[in-house]
T-cell receptor, first 112, second 114 residues
């Protein structure tokens, strides 16, 4: 089945540590997105990419980094500079145009 | 910049009664509008979209939404709610330029009471 796979489902970060969240899609979608979800705040865009080897900052990019070396993969690194990383992280993808975004099942990140 | 307002934090409705979840938007030009549903610890699932054409859009699981340009609204409706409709609902908007960025509302928790 085509879809978006996020891993791991749960992740714990120690103080001063960088962690990387995986997002892989086999939908042949051009664009990929990372969102952060906090209770009562909806989804906030961290980074997005519309083409391989190119990406743009979203509304809350500070403390995060991404890469887009392959069309199907868009990993997110939560760096030690992100002082409040505890949240539910969602990856999405879509074809360019007016189609809806498809979402993975998320990674829940917590601080140890 | 585009934005969405979902004014109610929680909507309670009795099973079998009509369900309405409200959404108003702000965007320059004509919008693309979307509704998504989220169950606990899951990603968002697409319900329906408005791109152009008929103002009444029908989607998955018996949901529909009405686009009202003069009121800049896109309310989600279901004629008869089920207990299984209890979930978090998000409205989203994007403009028609090339950046493909969505702006999401903060979400509405729907509770269907048996």
């Amino acid at each position: 089945d085509g879809g978006i796979t996020q891993s791991p489902k749960y992740l714990f970060r120690k103080e001063g540590q960088n962690v990387t969240l995986s997002c892989e899609q086999n939908l042949n979608h051009d664009a990929m997105y990372w969102y952060r979800q906090d209770p009562g705040q909806g989804l906030r865009l961290i980074y997005y990419s519309q083409i391989v080897n190119d990406f743009q900052k979203g509304d809350i990019a500070e403390g995060y980094s991404v890469s887009r070396e392959k069309k199907e993969s868009f990993p997110l690194t939560v760096t030690s500079a992100q002082k409040n990383p505890t949240a539910f992280y969602l990856c999405a993808s879509t074809v360019l145009g007016n189609q809806p975004q498809h979402f993975g099942d998320g990674t829940r990140l917590s601080i140890l | 910049a585009q934005s969405v307002a979902q004014p109610e934090d929680q909507v309670n409705v009795a099973e079998g009664n009509p369900l309405t979840v409200k959404c108003t938007y702000s965007v320059s030009g004509n919008p693309y509008l979307f509704w998504y549903v989220q169950y606990p610890n899951r990603g968002l699932q697409f319900l329906l979209k408005y791109i152009t054409g008929d103002n009444l859009v029908k989607g998955s699981y018996g949901f529909e939404a009405e686009f009202n340009k003069s009121q800049t609204s896109f309310h989600l409706k279901k004629p008869s709610a089920l207990v299984s409709d209890s979930a978090l609902y998000f409205c989203a908007v994007r403009d028609r330029d090339g950046n493909n960025r969505l702006a999401f509302g903060k979400g509405n928790q729907v509770v269907v009471i048996p």
